[in-house]
């Protein structure tokens, strides 16, 4: 059972760039999260999705871009990369019966833009 | 807007003794609430959750927090910490009504011999 999966695992961008991250999860989550994790900052939340062609910012969503095309897949774009997006990207989902519900991480993809 | 403070970035504490995370949150509302673990290099864990049920959670690993709503606080403790204990600890809260999970900042638990 794979869960909540994350590709790539780590990237070095060049200012500048673009890339995507792609978090897939098998469990049939209607919820899917994109947090960011800093030093010193936890996890903050960038983008969300409560279903399939859904998305609403959260925290910091400036710079990034999501999409939900597929229930399965929710995809973060950096359209433009800056240095400041160097982090550990974390995707999560969560089936939404209940607010308490577990919320199933991913294994992180560690980016770094030079 | 609901959130939590974690008190203490870092927080050691010897082998065998008494481990205290703690955590405020701020909400009007009875919130849900987790902690999760963070093993380097790894993704969060869930160690345990409150979702208005009993206000002492136990959760996995010998860990457990007590909600109290005076005190507006979920701290977590374990009786007796070992090695393998070492690692960052999250708090996280969850309001009736939106979709979202708010993390504190989290806890660097470090455990000496």
């Known amino acids: 059972n794979a869960g909540v999966t994350q590709t790539p695992k780590f990237r070095v961008l060049k200012t500048g760039q673009s890339m995507t991250l792609l978090c897939a999860q098998d469990?049939?989550?209607?919820?899917m999260y994109w947090y960011r994790q800093d030093p010193g900052m936890g996890l903050r939340l960038i983008h969300y999705?409560?279903?399939?062609?859904?998305?609403a910012k959260g925290e910091v969503p400036d710079g990034y871009n999501v999409s939900r095309l597929k229930k399965q897949n929710f995809l973060l774009g950096l359209e433009s990369a800056a240095p400041s997006q160097t982090s550990v990207y974390f995707c999560?989902?969560?089936?939404?019966?209940?607010?308490?519900?577990?919320?199933?991480f991913g294994e992180g993809s560690w980016l770094t833009v030079v | 807007a609901q959130s939590v403070t974690q008190l203490g970035s870092h927080v050691s504490v010897s082998e065998g003794a008494l481990v205290l995370l703690r955590c405020n949150y701020s909400s009007s509302v009875p919130p849900y609430l987790f902690w999760y673990v963070q093993y380097p290099n790894q993704g969060l864990q869930l160690l345990l959750k409150y979702t208005s049920a009993a206000t002492l959670v136990k959760g996995i690993n010998g860990f457990e927090a007590e909600f109290k709503k005076s005190e507006t606080s979920f701290h977590l403790t374990k009786p007796s910490a070992h090695m393998s204990d070492a690692a960052e600890y999250f708090c996280?809260?969850?309001?009736?009504?939106?979709?979202?999970?708010?993390f504190g900042t989290g806890t660097l638990l470090a455990v000496q011999p």
């Open positions: 996280a809260v969850s309001l009736f009504a939106t979709n979202k999970l708010i």
């Open positions: 999705s409560v279903g399939e062609g859904t998305t």
């Open positions: 999560a989902s969560r089936h939404p019966d209940s607010l308490g519900n577990t919320i199933y």
């Open positions: 469990m049939n989550h209607e919820y």
